[in-house]
């Protein structure tokens, strides 16, 4: 069984950064797949960015592009998340997700991730 953690959510002004962690428990965490998405009120759930299982590929949605940067210690089994310059559309509850089939790509789709951490709120507000 697989357990994540996520921590670093909270208030911060626009254009502002904040930095998400992901600790992961159980199982070999450099196997697999990590990714963070996120859901706002009202919306569905859906992808920011994934990193395959070593670190050398990375993936990002078109709205977090170029302002969000994915990264992970396999060594301390954690996955971040840092964000810069954050707008009034990134506030959202940020999910960790692992693949435990994970390779050396990461996917975009819900589905395709097995375990779910509880969520960090991130608030962005002047």
């Known amino acids: 069984q697989v357990r994540l953690v996520e921590s670093g959510g909270g208030l911060v002004q626009p254009g502002g950064s904040l930095r998400l962690s992901c600790s992961a428990s159980?199982?070999?965490?450099?196997?697999?797949?990590m990714a963070w998405f996120r859901q706002a009120p009202g919306k569905e759930r859906g992808f920011v960015s994934a990193?395959?299982?070593?670190?050398?590929?990375?993936y990002y949605a078109d709205a977090v592009k170029d302002r969000f940067t994915i990264s992970r210690d396999n060594a301390e089994n954690t996955v971040y998340l840092q964000m810069d310059h954050l707008k009034a559309e990134d506030p959202a509850v940020y999910y960790c997700?692992?693949?435990?089939?994970?390779?050396?790509?990461?996917?975009?789709?819900?589905?395709?991730?097995?375990?779910w951490g509880q969520g960090t709120q991130v608030t962005v507000s002047s």
């Open positions: 997700a692992a693949d435990v089939y994970g390779s050396e790509y990461a996917s975009d789709l819900l589905d395709a991730y097995e375990y």
């Open positions: 159980g199982g070999t965490f450099s196997t697999y797949a």
């Open positions: 990193i395959s299982r070593s670190g050398v590929n990375e």
